[in-house]
């Protein structure tokens, strides 16, 4: 409907004057019924008022804002899917409106009901928009140009002119229609019948064509965010140098799959960390942020498979029968060793601190659950160390330019047997009793001083922490977002236009004939005047002014007045 | 792989120099502006009057090239008096006009020595990335101000550049440095270049539809009174005429709706290569689809019986806000993978 043309009526509206709806079909957002006026209409009237209400514009554009809105708490409060501690820390600190939040889904907007309620809403008016619309410009592109109104007037771009009776009939509507043809506009003449003819033209069936394509790629976007979602699985691994991982669940720190995904099922590639490396900006302003992280990997896409090379880089992941492996976090694992007090090795491995600030000062603990008593080692990791009366132990550079261990060595009850799982970072020390604190620097060793053991600081290494990440739907997704831009490209840019050039001879009989040119547009466009204004030039030269026009007007070679 | 300190004082210092152009730029606009009253007759002149018949005289080639009340600029371009002396406002319009193509062309050696100072593209921080998206803004007006006469919207984005700028160089400055691994990236080249081009386009389109507000006001009042006395107001009868005000506006923000969403689906791309999801619901991918979704919203509004004009406009800076939120407040409040400022 007309609604973006001036002076034209607006969608629904009836057609009040005796011309017709000039732009009719030139666009094809759809008209809204009234509401039936009784309810005689039945349940079939209602539902298919409602319906045509939930697929109209305004509904699109409400829903559009809903959207919009819903969208913002998801933004500003912390996300369950993406850092649950903090909801956690939020829900502690704010008990009072976080349980409010909390029932009200704020923590998990994203698949809140009511935030699913709208999106669904939107795809369903989406879908019963696109399916009327597409329908719509099928026949549009088929069928002719409109004919031309009575009163050409009327239109926004309009100009006209006399010419001498023989100068203007069939053969200037021919002419015309050739060149317009030839300019790829599609062309409806009505023959001169002695009174009037006219030549209707229109052009940039495209727009239309590129915005049903937009609409459709957002549902299709849709359909490979579904995909990923249904098929799709991401898990967290964390692998220390020189040590192997193998694509299983029982490997990943964390693991999420979608429902139609059979865990057992995954691909069953593996690689070995072989070395990693990072670098950190010395000096300056912005001392000790990341300037490097490389992985080197060895992988297998298959047991027994030819094992191949590879560096994956933060943005440069590792890609594996499908799957792909992100380089997302690194820390340290200092190797320790601890002997119990007959001198047998009851512990010795690389054991993984985790990093609690941005000059990697870490933390990390060891439980030996077997020795009797119970042993146990809390220490803080700092790759280069420095000790304060504020701080005790820390770390003033990422780099492990000077490292040492601070531990605290315990004994007595792990607390390990009452069923609870325990973090392995984590040590309850409710029923341990500390032996003594002591810091140690990379080949060090450190006698228990009640004689239970011997704790040695053998070497470092690093680890790094890979997302692994399988989504089917990406593909599609992706494809589906560049028709998107593609169809709104055209949709955009390509103009919409009708235009008309009528020849009339004159109603008193005389010896001048008229011709009109007028134009409209799909939008408030700027091409259309001066594309009107070419086209009745070149009219102009099919079908010349006579030679007396209007008064005063410069194209008048005599200079006559009329 | 070390900073070149030579080339990253260079930038500074001639973002100062651009800073000072930039303020001369201004008063000339605002001169310009003051003196500006009579916009509003000429572009009435062109919308209303011109008889169709009249129509005919101007040059068509010419009127091609101009939008609108584009008649206006035809007429005067081939005004016979040309050598008389110009208009005291025009004068100044013209010399703002000068200066600010100098300012940029400083600003322009600015952005480029940061980028070969730290050898990658100069958008890497916040206080980088205001000063491309100041630069874009004055490239995008200096573009549209080839074809069209901006002379009464300079002094709006002039203002609004210096602001970025101002805020940059004292609260978001940050030395010339390298990048974290996650930032290095070809994507990360294009995701930030559109987005920052979309800034200083919607900046404008926002600028451009905040003056639409005021002058359909005023527009509304005169004809209420409907003595046919001309619009008033200190600003608005200092602007075109509100339907030139608003189809300038749609079409600046149907050019960038595009290049938007292109902007949004670059940086999925760059998420899935750096993090692998490409989308994850992080505030600042949250914000970019609430603008994407309300820009989506004003389009829609154009195209909707009883939402054009006025309620289109309230949509387009409402889209514009949540622009600056995105751009502003999330990379100080909020905590996600964009860690991106370089502030502490
Ligand atoms: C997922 C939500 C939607 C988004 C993001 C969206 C976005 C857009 C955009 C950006 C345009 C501008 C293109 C242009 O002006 O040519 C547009 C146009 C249009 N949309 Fe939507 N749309 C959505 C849903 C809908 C729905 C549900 C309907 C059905 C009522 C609809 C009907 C239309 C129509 C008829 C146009 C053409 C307007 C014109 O001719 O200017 N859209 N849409």
Redesign the pocket.
């Given at each position: 409907m007309s609604t973006?043309t001036p002076g034209a009526p607006e969608a629904g509206a009836a057609v009040q004057d005796s011309t017709e709806d000039l732009s009719a079909g030139l666009?094809?957002?759809?008209v809204n019924d009234l509401p039936p006026d009784s309810m005689k209409l039945g349940f079939v009237g209602w539902s298919r008022w409602m319906w045509r209400q939930l697929?109209?514009?305004r509904?699109?554009l409400l829903?559009?804002f809903l959207l919009a809105v819903a969208s913002i708490p998801g933004s500003v409060l912390p996300q369950r899917p993406v850092d649950p501690a903090r909801v956690t820390q939020y829900l502690s600190d704010n008990p009072g409106v976080g349980g409010v939040f909390d029932r009200l889904g704020f923590f998990d907007v994203f698949t809140a009901p009511w935030y699913v309620a709208i999106y669904l809403l939107?795809?369903i008016?989406?879908a019963?928009?696109?399916v009327p619309?597409t329908r719509l410009h099928w026949k549009a592109m088929r069928a002719q140009p409109p004919r031309a109104p009575s009163r050409l007037k009327r239109l926004p771009e309009y100009e006209s002119w006399e010419v001498s009776s023989d100068g203007a009939g069939q053969q200037t509507l021919d002419d015309t229609a050739a060149l317009l043809r030839k300019r790829r506009w599609r062309v409806r003449t009505q023959e001169f019948d002695g009174t009037s003819g006219w030549v209707s033209a229109e052009k940039g069936y495209l727009?239309?064509t590129?915005?049903l394509l937009?609409?459709i790629s957002?549902l299709g976007l849709l359909l490979g965010v579904a995909i990923g979602g249904m098929f799709g699985w991401r898990g967290q691994a964390l692998v220390i140098e020189g040590e192997s991982f193998s694509d299983t669940i029982t490997q990943y720190d964390t693991f999420s799959a979608g429902n139609l995904v059979d865990s057992a099922d995954l691909p069953p590639f593996s690689f070995t960390l072989n070395d990693f490396r990072s670098g950190f900006q010395a000096g300056g302003e912005q001392e000790g942020a990341a300037r490097l992280f490389e992985a080197d990997v060895t992988y297998r896409s298959q047991p027994g498979a030819e094992p191949e090379e590879k560096t994956v880089e933060v943005n440069d992941p590792l890609v594996v029968d499908g799957a792909k492996a992100y380089l997302v976090g690194h820390g340290y694992a200092p190797v320790i060793q601890v002997k119990n007090a007959q001198g047998q090795v009851i512990y010795d491995a690389p054991t993984v601190f985790l990093p609690i600030d941005g000059n990697f000062t870490s933390n990390g603990v060891v439980k030996m659950p077997d020795n009797d008593p119970q042993l146990a080692l809390q220490g803080i990791f700092a790759p280069t160390a420095a000790l304060d009366d504020q701080r005790g132990p820390h770390s003033t550079f990422p780099a492990a330019d000077d490292p040492a261990v601070f531990f605290s060595a315990w004994k007595g009850n792990l607390g390990l047997d009452d069923g609870i799982p325990q973090s392995v970072y984590k040590l309850d020390t409710s029923e341990l009793e500390q032996i003594g604190i002591k810091g140690l620097r990379p080949g060090e060793s450190w006698t228990l001083p009640d004689g239970s053991g011997t704790v040695s600081f053998t070497g470092i290494k690093q680890y790094a922490v890979f997302d692994v990440a399988y989504d089917p739907g990406k593909l599609f997704a992706l494809v589906a977002s560049i028709l998107a831009i593609l169809g709104?490209m055209l949709?955009?840019f390509i103009p919409r236009r009708r235009v008309w050039v009528k020849v009339s001879a004159a109603a008193d009989g005389t010896s001048s004939s008229t011709v009109e040119v007028a134009g409209l547009s799909?939008?408030d466009e700027a091409g259309l005047k001066p594309a009107v204004a070419d086209l009745a030039t070149d009219v102009r030269a099919i079908a010349p002014p006579a030679t007396t026009p209007t008064p005063g007007d410069p194209t008048d070679p005599d200079g006559k007045a009329h | 792989m070390t900073v070149n300190e030579s080339l990253a004082q260079l930038s500074n210092g001639m973002v100062y120099t651009s800073m000072v152009v930039y303020a001369g730029s201004f008063l000339g606009f605002a001169a310009s502006f003051a003196n500006g009253r009579g916009q509003q007759d000429e572009s009435e002149a062109a919308r209303g009057s011109v008889a169709s018949t009249k129509r005919n005289t101007v040059d068509v080639t010419n009127a091609a090239s101009v939008s609108g009340a584009g008649a206006t600029a035809t007429l005067t371009k081939t005004d016979p008096d040309d050598e008389a002396p110009l208009p005291p406002g025009r004068r100044a319009g013209n010399i703002a006009m000068s200066l600010m193509w100098l300012a940029t062309g400083f600003l322009l050696i600015s952005v480029i020595a940061r980028g070969f100072s730290a050898g990658r593209a100069p958008w890497g921080n916040m206080y980088e990335f205001s000063l491309a998206a100041a630069l874009a803004t004055a490239i995008v007006f200096l573009i549209l101000s080839i074809k069209h006469d901006l002379r009464w919207l300079g002094v709006f984005v002039v203002g609004a550049i210096l602001l970025t700028l101002g805020a940059a160089v004292t609260i978001l400055y940050t030395e010339s440095a390298q990048l974290v691994p996650a930032l290095k990236s070809v994507w990360l080249v294009i995701h930030v270049l559109a987005a920052i081009i979309c800034g200083g386009a919607f900046t404008i389109g926002a600028a451009v539809t905040g003056l639409y507000l005021v002058r359909d006001r005023a527009e509304i009042r005169a004809a209420k009174r409907g003595d046919g006395s001309p619009v008033d107001g200190w600003l608005a009868s200092r602007v075109p005429a509100a339907e030139r005000l608003d189809t300038m506006a749609y079409r600046i923000n149907?050019f960038v709706?595009p290049l938007w969403t292109f902007a949004v689906i670059a940086g999925a791309i760059w998420a899935e290569a750096a993090w692998g999801r490409y989308w994850g619901w992080d505030p600042k991918e949250t914000w970019a689809f609430i603008t994407?979704?309300i820009?989506?919203g004003y389009?829609?509004a154009?195209?909707t019986a009883g939402w054009r004009g006025r309620k289109a406009a309230v949509i387009c800076l409402v889209g514009y806000l949540a622009f600056l939120i995105n751009y502003f407040g999330v990379n100080f409040f909020a905590s996600g993978l964009h860690s991106y400022a370089g502030l502490n």
């Amino acid at each position: 409907m007309s609604t973006s043309t001036p002076g034209a009526p607006e969608a629904g509206a009836a057609v009040q004057d005796s011309t017709e709806d000039l732009s009719a079909g030139l666009g094809t957002v759809p008209v809204n019924d009234l509401p039936p006026d009784s309810m005689k209409l039945g349940f079939v009237g209602w539902s298919r008022w409602m319906w045509r209400q939930l697929t109209s514009m305004r509904t699109a554009l409400l829903l559009l804002f809903l959207l919009a809105v819903a969208s913002i708490p998801g933004s500003v409060l912390p996300q369950r899917p993406v850092d649950p501690a903090r909801v956690t820390q939020y829900l502690s600190d704010n008990p009072g409106v976080g349980g409010v939040f909390d029932r009200l889904g704020f923590f998990d907007v994203f698949t809140a009901p009511w935030y699913v309620a709208i999106y669904l809403l939107l795809v369903i008016s989406l879908a019963g928009c696109i399916v009327p619309r597409t329908r719509l410009h099928w026949k549009a592109m088929r069928a002719q140009p409109p004919r031309a109104p009575s009163r050409l007037k009327r239109l926004p771009e309009y100009e006209s002119w006399e010419v001498s009776s023989d100068g203007a009939g069939q053969q200037t509507l021919d002419d015309t229609a050739a060149l317009l043809r030839k300019r790829r506009w599609r062309v409806r003449t009505q023959e001169f019948d002695g009174t009037s003819g006219w030549v209707s033209a229109e052009k940039g069936y495209l727009r239309e064509t590129g915005n049903l394509l937009f609409h459709i790629s957002l549902l299709g976007l849709l359909l490979g965010v579904a995909i990923g979602g249904m098929f799709g699985w991401r898990g967290q691994a964390l692998v220390i140098e020189g040590e192997s991982f193998s694509d299983t669940i029982t490997q990943y720190d964390t693991f999420s799959a979608g429902n139609l995904v059979d865990s057992a099922d995954l691909p069953p590639f593996s690689f070995t960390l072989n070395d990693f490396r990072s670098g950190f900006q010395a000096g300056g302003e912005q001392e000790g942020a990341a300037r490097l992280f490389e992985a080197d990997v060895t992988y297998r896409s298959q047991p027994g498979a030819e094992p191949e090379e590879k560096t994956v880089e933060v943005n440069d992941p590792l890609v594996v029968d499908g799957a792909k492996a992100y380089l997302v976090g690194h820390g340290y694992a200092p190797v320790i060793q601890v002997k119990n007090a007959q001198g047998q090795v009851i512990y010795d491995a690389p054991t993984v601190f985790l990093p609690i600030d941005g000059n990697f000062t870490s933390n990390g603990v060891v439980k030996m659950p077997d020795n009797d008593p119970q042993l146990a080692l809390q220490g803080i990791f700092a790759p280069t160390a420095a000790l304060d009366d504020q701080r005790g132990p820390h770390s003033t550079f990422p780099a492990a330019d000077d490292p040492a261990v601070f531990f605290s060595a315990w004994k007595g009850n792990l607390g390990l047997d009452d069923g609870i799982p325990q973090s392995v970072y984590k040590l309850d020390t409710s029923e341990l009793e500390q032996i003594g604190i002591k810091g140690l620097r990379p080949g060090e060793s450190w006698t228990l001083p009640d004689g239970s053991g011997t704790v040695s600081f053998t070497g470092i290494k690093q680890y790094a922490v890979f997302d692994v990440a399988y989504d089917p739907g990406k593909l599609f997704a992706l494809v589906a977002s560049i028709l998107a831009i593609l169809g709104l490209m055209l949709s955009l840019f390509i103009p919409r236009r009708r235009v008309w050039v009528k020849v009339s001879a004159a109603a008193d009989g005389t010896s001048s004939s008229t011709v009109e040119v007028a134009g409209l547009s799909r939008t408030d466009e700027a091409g259309l005047k001066p594309a009107v204004a070419d086209l009745a030039t070149d009219v102009r030269a099919i079908a010349p002014p006579a030679t007396t026009p209007t008064p005063g007007d410069p194209t008048d070679p005599d200079g006559k007045a009329h | 792989m070390t900073v070149n300190e030579s080339l990253a004082q260079l930038s500074n210092g001639m973002v100062y120099t651009s800073m000072v152009v930039y303020a001369g730029s201004f008063l000339g606009f605002a001169a310009s502006f003051a003196n500006g009253r009579g916009q509003q007759d000429e572009s009435e002149a062109a919308r209303g009057s011109v008889a169709s018949t009249k129509r005919n005289t101007v040059d068509v080639t010419n009127a091609a090239s101009v939008s609108g009340a584009g008649a206006t600029a035809t007429l005067t371009k081939t005004d016979p008096d040309d050598e008389a002396p110009l208009p005291p406002g025009r004068r100044a319009g013209n010399i703002a006009m000068s200066l600010m193509w100098l300012a940029t062309g400083f600003l322009l050696i600015s952005v480029i020595a940061r980028g070969f100072s730290a050898g990658r593209a100069p958008w890497g921080n916040m206080y980088e990335f205001s000063l491309a998206a100041a630069l874009a803004t004055a490239i995008v007006f200096l573009i549209l101000s080839i074809k069209h006469d901006l002379r009464w919207l300079g002094v709006f984005v002039v203002g609004a550049i210096l602001l970025t700028l101002g805020a940059a160089v004292t609260i978001l400055y940050t030395e010339s440095a390298q990048l974290v691994p996650a930032l290095k990236s070809v994507w990360l080249v294009i995701h930030v270049l559109a987005a920052i081009i979309c800034g200083g386009a919607f900046t404008i389109g926002a600028a451009v539809t905040g003056l639409y507000l005021v002058r359909d006001r005023a527009e509304i009042r005169a004809a209420k009174r409907g003595d046919g006395s001309p619009v008033d107001g200190w600003l608005a009868s200092r602007v075109p005429a509100a339907e030139r005000l608003d189809t300038m506006a749609y079409r600046i923000n149907a050019f960038v709706f595009p290049l938007w969403t292109f902007a949004v689906i670059a940086g999925a791309i760059w998420a899935e290569a750096a993090w692998g999801r490409y989308w994850g619901w992080d505030p600042k991918e949250t914000w970019a689809f609430i603008t994407w979704v309300i820009y989506a919203g004003y389009l829609h509004a154009r195209a909707t019986a009883g939402w054009r004009g006025r309620k289109a406009a309230v949509i387009c800076l409402v889209g514009y806000l949540a622009f600056l939120i995105n751009y502003f407040g999330v990379n100080f409040f909020a905590s996600g993978l964009h860690s991106y400022a370089g502030l502490n």
